[in-house]
DNA sequence: TTAGGGTTAG
């Protein structure tokens, strides 16, 4: 952060304003006067004042004395809250929950040291995910299957898998039982990170010991139809039958929407007509997975007569079904016949939700109408829907690609100042745009953001540094280029070490 | 967080 500043303050471009650190908060909210038990909708406020006051102290001491004066009325809520609220500050959020682990008074929920493990094991960082497994332990609090089953999740998405595996093995150990629930957990971790034919391998191995059930088959059916490989989706719900369990809805929806996905669209219709002759108690989801997946395959009118018809046969769309119907109009058809539904939605009572309205929203930008786009943006405020990291990334990215810089800069800014962080993606955005206007100015701000991100506790790729440092040379800023090079190569030491 | 339906663009 110092070095960041003083960079600034080096070169004042008027827009490396926005990498300056905001001056602390004041902290005067309705905590500073004692309530036994705060009411539930003052609740968020005081999450995000504290998350303020958290991301913007640069003392440990002062901060731990703040957050362990008795003025707050500490609730593993309250913690959780917080603890998602800095979950793109990795480091703040670790810092908080160690602080308050010292509290006189206060002791951490099982759930919040699972929100703790879950950051440190995105921020690979081993010594700190060790010392909450064993304090967790040691106040024999856990770890419980939930805990394996986040840190297995994460070595699976980080492209260790068989890490995950090992992991579940493991569980005995930490005296946490392995038993069917955990079972069809790591199936399913494996499944969702694409490994599914290391799924099946473990499943093959232990459906005996375990008493596959069920759940199990639906897991290795989705698994299959994730990679498209609806023959062996198949053979899943055949072997499933073979062994005496009946499949249920969830076995159909999820091969059904594996039909669509793997782009077996008449199957897919075969299969739902199958569903309805079999007297098969169709929902909801089903009604969706169709609407989206004829949608996604360019067929509007199928799309849009499954819509029409739902309602005739009993079954309410709910808002998911319409946020399948917008996305779709808005893909393949147009938006302004998207955003007739939205409204229809929303006279019939439906309350959309941050998923309808990013998807309106980037509709708009496609088409080039930001300024709609950013109207959207403000009702969605108005309506008590906050804007989330994925709308202001899709915004931010489309200033960017029409080249209005300074405003997906302001944006930015208000992201920073305000209350959702940016996350890797929002970097990358903005660091990419940094080189379009070929402005000397732009690289220093780009180097700016590489340190932020980095003191945020995200991992910049080979190619953005080099990027960056190459930026930075050509522009005759050796010297900004040796501290991020002297910052890659501390990133590069933090990468090799990874051993959760 | 034991399973199924809506946010990504290239």
Redo the contacts with the bound molecule.
């Keep these: 952060m110092q070095t960041q500043k003083m960079l600034t303050q080096r070169t004042n471009p008027s827009h490396l304003l926005y990498l300056r650190p905001t001056k602390s908060y004041p902290f005067t909210t309705a905590t500073a006067t004692p309530t036994p038990t705060p009411p539930p909708p003052q609740q968020p406020l005081e999450a995000a004042a504290l998350a303020t006051l958290i991301l913007t102290s640069s003392n440990p001491q002062a901060l731990a004395q703040t957050l362990h004066s008795p003025t707050i009325q500490w609730t593993p809520q309250l913690v959780n809250t917080i603890l998602k609220r800095l979950w793109n500050d990795g480091p703040k959020a670790l810092q908080f929950f160690n602080l308050l682990s010292h509290h006189p008074s206060y002791s951490h929920h099982p759930s919040s040291f699972?929100h703790a493990i879950?950051i440190s094991a995105r921020l690979r960082d081993s010594p700190s995910l060790r010392s909450l497994i064993y304090r967790m332990r040691s106040a024999r609090l856990g770890p419980t299957?939930?805990?394996?089953?986040?840190i297995?999740?994460r070595y699976a998405s980080a492209g260790k898998p068989h890490r995950a595996v090992k992991v579940f093995l493991s569980m005995h150990q930490f005296g946490c039982f392995q038993d069917?629930?955990?079972?069809?957990?790591i199936l399913?971790v494996l499944c969702?990170s694409k490994r599914v034919e290391m799924a099946y391998n473990l499943f093959k191995v232990f459906k005996g010991k375990f008493r596959a059930?069920?759940?199990?088959?639906?897991?290795m059916v989705?698994g299959w139809c994730l990679i498209k490989r609806t023959n062996k989706a198949l053979e899943m719900l055949k072997e499933m039958v073979k062994r005496g369990l009946t499949p249920?809805?969830?076995?159909?929806?999820?091969m059904l929407?594996g039909y669509f996905?793997a782009g077996q669209i008449n199957e897919a219709w075969d299969f739902f007509l199958e569903m309805k002759k079999r007297d098969c108690e169709?929902?909801?989801?089903?009604?969706?997975?169709v609407i989206?997946?004829f949608g996604?395959a360019g067929e509007i009118k199928r799309a849009r007569k499954v819509f029409d018809t739902m309602v005739k046969k009993g079954v309410l769309?709910?808002?998911?079904?319409?946020?399948?119907f917008?996305?779709?109009l808005?893909?393949k058809d147009s938006v302004d016949n998207a955003i007739v539904i939205f409204e229809e939605m929303v006279v019939k009572g439906y309350v959309p939700?941050?998923?309808?309205?990013?998807?309106v929203i980037?509709?708009l930008c496609?088409r080039g109408d930001m300024e709609r786009a950013m109207e959207f943006m403000g009702r969605m405020k108005d309506d008590g829907c906050e804007p989330?990291v994925?709308?202001y990334?899709?915004v931010i990215?489309?200033f960017c690609?029409e080249g209005e810089i300074d405003k997906a800069l302001d944006l930015f800014q208000k992201m920073t100042s305000g209350d959702c962080l940016p996350n890797l993606?929002t970097y990358n955005i903005l660091i990419s745009a940094m080189f379009v206007r070929k402005k000397s100015d732009d690289l220093l701000v780009a180097g700016n953001l590489l340190i932020e991100m980095v003191d945020r506790g995200f991992v910049p790729r080979k190619f953005t540094f080099n990027r960056v440092l190459n930026g930075l040379l050509l522009t005759g800023n050796q010297g900004f280029a040796k501290e991020i090079l002297r910052l890659q190569s501390r990133c590069g030491r933090l990468t090799r070490k990874i051993k959760l």
């Design positions: 699972d879950d299957p939930k805990t394996f089953a986040i297995a999740e069917l629930q955990s079972f069809n957990t399913d969702k059930d069920c759940v199990s088959y639906n897991v989705n249920n809805l969830t076995s159909y929806n999820t929407k996905r169709i929902d909801v989801i089903t009604y969706t997975t989206h997946g996604v769309p709910s808002v998911a079904t319409y946020n399948a917008i996305q779709v808005c893909k939700n941050s998923i309808t309205y990013n998807l980037r509709g496609h989330n994925q709308t990334n899709l990215r489309y690609d993606d």
